[in-house]
């Protein structure tokens, strides 16, 4: 009975342990992160400086690796204009893609 009742309840963990790692896994996948919309000042060489809609002008570092699209298409950093309205996705305070115009930046 007791050697029953023992391994009851490590099947019950491990199914538990399980369970937790997938969700984690899926939490991370599903990750968005954030976007904020505002207007550019300048970009290139690397570095997005852009007014938020609070006013406030702030910087990125914007890495190879970040996505920018303008209109749906594949653009350069360089591309990006003065005045430009554009849409910003962060995820952990780093720059995943940068979009101006039609479409939405992508999860990554």
Do not use: C, Q, W
């Not at 899926?26 to 976007?35: F, I, L, M, N």
């Not at 749906?72 to 780093?94: C, N, P, Q, S, Y």
């Amino acid at each position: 009975m007791m050697y029953r009742s023992l391994m009851s309840l490590l099947v019950v963990l491990a199914i538990g342990v399980f369970v937790s790692a997938n969700a984690e896994d899926k939490g991370d996948k599903g990750d968005k992160g954030e976007v904020h919309t505002g207007v550019v000042v300048s970009a290139g060489s690397g570095k997005l400086s852009m007014t938020g809609e609070d006013g406030k002008e702030h910087s990125h570092d914007i890495g190879a690796d970040v996505k920018v699209k303008i209109d749906g298409e594949e653009a350069k950093l360089e591309d990006l204009k003065a005045g430009d309205k554009i849409r910003v996705r962060t995820r952990e305070g780093k720059v995943v893609a940068v979009m101006k115009g039609k479409g939405k930046p992508k999860k990554e």
